[in-house]
């Protein structure tokens, strides 16, 4: 990936920023080549290296597929506790590729439904959907900017590969 000044990228759980600038600046003592990248309330500096590593170009169609498939999957649930759920939805988070944010809102999904099918309410916990939540928001934001829509259109587009047949 260049990282061209004007590039689109997605740093992870941060979401998509925008490469703002790309300079030398001293960096714990010595002159580092540096990506600058403003994200939606951020501004973040990071050395090249470190950014190669981070920062990812928008889903393409063929990753937008597997999304689509990662939201209709309705394969087995994690059954260990919660804590050791949260660990991977956090590992998954952070690494922010669209399949693993699809796989994160496809489980919460599926677990909003059992849960409301089994006990009349639909309501994960609080960190459960704060998880969900967030991994939706990466993911609809991406799904926009990707398929050139509004975001409430990519809301739309999500909830349509979740829907299951009754």
Known sequence: MKLAVGDL???????IGRVAARRKQEMLGEAQDVVVLELEQLK?????????TQLRPLANDAELHRVG???????????????SRRREAVEKLVGGTPVELAQIVSEGAQRERLRSASRGKGQL???????YTRARTLLADEVALALDIEPAA??????GHLMRPS
């Open 44 to 52: 973040v500096t990071l050395p090249l290296t470190l950014a190669q």
């Open 125 to 131: 916990s609080l960190s459960e959907r704060q998880l």
């Open 154 to 159: 990519a809301e739309v587009w999500i909830d």
């Open 69 to 83: 498939d990662a939201l209709r999957d309705d394969g087995e649930l994690n059954s260990r506790n919660w804590l």
């Open 9 to 15: 990228v997605v740093y992870g759980n941060h979401g």
